[in-house]
């Protein structure tokens, strides 16, 4: 497949009152054709943030990228003019956030909105951004859609509001699409329908999507690989299938015993003890001691590199193997 994607070695930190928050500390993903990537972790992980980087939405300031480099379609996004990179977003990449609401225009119509696209980039007459603009609210499931294009984003649920979202990242087909937590706002069924959507329409045009998600429950179906990030870095990388089996790092390993699971009612949910750390002040050694059960001395002291674990797999702990033998877990035993 055609590699659309290459972060490599990204550094991100932000200026604060307290000092330096290190945000993203050496991230490395990429991402093919028609692929889809899970990253994961919890907030603050520096997941958003690595995808704001490659947008080039980032704030700045006081939001920095100190090193690294971010290459679309072989070209370096962090070198190129503002006027190139203005004419890759849109057309080359599309975000969807979490919250439509406040991401969509709340004085516009749907149809205004969505038509915009075709007016802006692809020169379209108002007659054929409107047809256009039906076309996608039908593509994406939205019943009604001739008479529903003239309604504001505020007469729409959460659900159908997430599909206009998504009707927009579509409307130029880029070549990537990058969702961030799309789902998270809504409630479990919607859920899974707004996130079957999305696959399926990732695999009919071929796109490479970046799912950015705190929740391991919803990517099983949907991805190629998950990239776990932690305290700004990637911690476990690996295809979705084996991580499901049995991960490689013990913070992989608690989000999956995380996940509420059907046979496993009445019981009480498992947590990662803890708090994600202070991004001012990221813990020495490996950054997860302080909160992972199979801690020892040198994880204290020395910062794990992400060591290859098989093709295509990799994680960032000293104790990659003893992890991988304890398999998925199922609720007791350590970790
Ligand atoms: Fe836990 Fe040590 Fe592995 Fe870090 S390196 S995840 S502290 S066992
Ligand atoms: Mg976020």
Redesign the pocket.
Known sequence: PVMLLDVKDLHIEFRTRDGVARAVNGVDYSVEAGRTLAVLGESGSGKSVTAQAVMGILDTPPGRITRGEIRFQGRDLLTMGEAERRAIRGPGMAMIFQDALSALNPVLSVGDQLGEMFIVHRGARRKEARERAVDLMERVGIPGAAERVRQYPHQFSGGMRQRIMIAMALALEPALIIADEPTTALDVTVQAQVMELLAELQRELGMGLILITHDLGVVADVADRIAVMYAGRI?ETAPVHDIYRAPA???TRGLLRSIPRLDQKGRELYAIKGLPPNLLAIPP?????PR?????D??RTEE?PLYDVAPGRAS?????RE?LELGAGTGDGPG
């Open positions: 911690v790092h013990p913070y050694g490996c950054a997860f001691h992972c059960p199979l801690a020892r040198i994880c794990p960032a702990c000293h104790f990659w992890t």
